[in-house]
């Protein structure tokens, strides 16, 4: 009875394959919130990563938190509030800064969503998809325009197009719209969905510009040179 208004949808098999899935959300920021929110709240097994304590400035956004929480590692705070949400699942948590020398907690996971916010973290991510086979899920907001893009098994990577990138704007300086965090970490679910359940997901960039409300894709074309995949 628990998903009943979701296999209304996309039947009882893909409801199943959904509760036996496990996603790692990398950042359980903005993006990671509403992300792993609706993951859980779906049946799906967790792997939940984050360095960071909540602040207070993250409650106009991060929606598993509230004032009680200021201080204490989000990861914890995260699968305490999910655990509450649907005991039915499996997370793991885990308080720590991800970087080469152990990101192989992620092994064993379906899928990844990078919901981190700087580009060191994002092309440790990559390099790990692309060498590992899994599909990773790109996500990123800054103040009114977000983005999302699908990391697949011989398609075009992130260093495809970023590879040049030395930094990325970030929230602590620009700022960004509550609203727009949470229609990019609905639309990262989105395609996770489709790549769990084997569907036809988005093969390009999306942009999504809360201001005008516009939904752009952009192609990404592979780079044969690129250092990843190429």
């Known amino acids: 009875m628990k998903y009943l208004r979701h296999e209304?949808?996309?039947?009882?098999?893909?409801?199943?394959k959904l509760e036996h899935s496990r996603v790692a959300v990398v950042g359980v920021g903005a993006l990671g919130c509403v992300a792993a929110s609706l993951l859980a709240r779906s049946g799906v097994n967790l792997v939940l990563i984050d360095r960071d304590v909540v602040s207070v400035t993250d409650l106009h956004r991060q929606i598993l938190f509230e004032e009680s929480d200021v201080g204490f590692s989000k990861a914890e705070r995260a699968k305490e509030r999910l655990s509450k949400i649907n005991s039915g699942i499996n997370i793991t948590c885990y308080n720590l800064d991800l970087n080469s020398g152990n990101v192989s907690?992620?092994?064993?996971?379906?899928?990844?969503?990078?919901?981190?916010?700087?580009?060191?973290?994002?092309?440790?991510?990559?390099?790990?998809?692309?060498?590992?086979?899994?599909?990773?899920?790109?996500?990123?907001?800054?103040?009114?325009?977000?983005?999302?893009?699908?990391?697949?098994?011989?398609?075009?990577c992130l260093s495809c197009f970023l590879a040049?990138?030395?930094?990325?704007?970030?929230?602590?300086?620009?700022?960004?719209?509550?609203?727009?965090?949470?229609?990019?970490?609905?639309?990262?679910?989105?395609?996770?969905f489709k790549i769990l359940l084997k569907k036809d997901y988005e093969k390009l960039l999306l942009r999504f510009d809360a201001d005008k409300m516009e939904l752009s894709k952009i192609k990404v074309n592979k780079n044969k040179r690129c250092k990843v995949c190429g």
């Open 8 to 16: 209304l949808v996309i039947g009882k098999e893909a409801q199943k």
């Open 164 to 192: 040049g990138s030395k930094s990325l704007m970030a929230c602590s300086s620009e700022g960004v719209l509550n609203y727009l965090t949470s229609v990019i970490g609905s639309l990262q679910v989105s395609q996770a």
């Open 105 to 156: 907690i992620l092994g064993g996971s379906d899928l990844v969503l990078d919901c981190s916010d700087n580009l060191e973290t994002k092309f440790l991510l990559n390099e790990f998809a692309v060498r590992n086979k899994v599909p990773l899920v790109y996500g990123s907001a800054v103040r009114d325009k977000g983005y999302v893009f699908d990391v697949v098994p011989k398609g075009p």
